[in-house]
T-cell receptor, first 113, second 113 residues
Framework: DQQVKQNSPSLSVQEGRISILNCDYT??????FLWYKKYPAEGPTFLIS?????DKNEDGRFTVFLNKSAKHLSLHIVPSQPGDSAVYFC????????????FGQGTTLQVKP | KAGVTQTPRYLIKTRGQQVTLSCSPI?????VSWYQQTPGQGLQFLFE???????NKGNFPGRFSGRQFSNSRSEMNVSTLELGDSALYLC????????????FGPGTRLTVL
């Protein structure tokens, strides 16, 4: 039962354009959502998070949007740069009970110069 | 400021053995979380410690345990190792909660033979 899904395994965009990475979830009780970036042969890097009480959070070129009614979040990267080429993971956190953080499968972003 | 350090970086064990991994967070960070990264399962959350207490826990069997010391350093223990435990084990630290900015260590590559 995949509670957090990233349905696009890969995405290719041109440098300077917008990259939109999508993530769907099934449990409306998730409290926080996080995005991570991972380069090959390296560990992940935390990018940005958003509380379930918000619908948008922005940090420089990265903006995360949360649509609770659709159980959907997206990460926008504007403008995209070749150095953004990496695997992006979304994750959802459920604080009730013992607390669980569940990751999506990842989307590989390629930004072409 | 020194980053998150993990020791050892590489480890080879045989089935049935146990292993202890260590993580030293960034100075001043009190939250330490642990993750397992494998090619098949992707990223999975193990647990989070704050002020020497396990605050959140993922869906891993009881063979996986951890602790945090008063200086915020954390250890993770896996008992009765199985082949499927071969993975990159990552720890990350943050000031107070892993839903805020996290900083990852380089990981410990565990191979179980």
């Amino acid at each position: 039962d995949q509670q957090v899904k990233q349905n696009s395994p890969s995405l290719s965009v041109q440098e300077g354009r917008i990259s939109i990475l999508n993530c769907d979830y099934t449990n409306s009780m998730f409290d926080y959502f996080l995005w991570y970036k991972k380069y090959p042969a390296e560990g992940p890097t935390f990018l940005i998070s958003i509380s379930s009480i918000k619908d948008k959070n922005e940090d420089g070129r990265f903006t995360v949007f949360l649509n609770k009614s659709a159980k959907h979040l997206s990460l926008h990267i504007v403008p995209s740069q070749p150095g953004d080429s990496a695997v992006y993971f979304c994750a959802a956190f459920l604080s009730s009970n013992t607390g669980k953080l569940i990751f999506g499968q990842g989307t590989t972003l390629q930004v072409k110069p | 400021k020194a980053g998150v350090t993990q020791t050892p970086r590489y480890l080879i064990k045989t089935r049935g053995q146990q292993v202890t991994l260590s993580c030293s967070p960034i100075s001043g960070h009190r939250s330490v979380s642990w993750y397992q990264q494998t090619p098949g399962q992707g990223l999975q959350f193990l647990f989070e410690y704050f002020s020497e207490t396990q605050r959140n826990k993922g869906n891993f069997p009881g063979r996986f345990s951890g602790r945090q010391f008063s200086n915020s350093r954390s250890e993770m223990n896996v008992s009765t190792l199985e082949l499927g435990d071969s993975a990159l084990y990552l720890c990350a630290s943050s000031l107070t909660t892993f839903t805020d900015t996290q900083y990852f260590g380089p990981g410990t590559r565990l191979t179980v033979l």
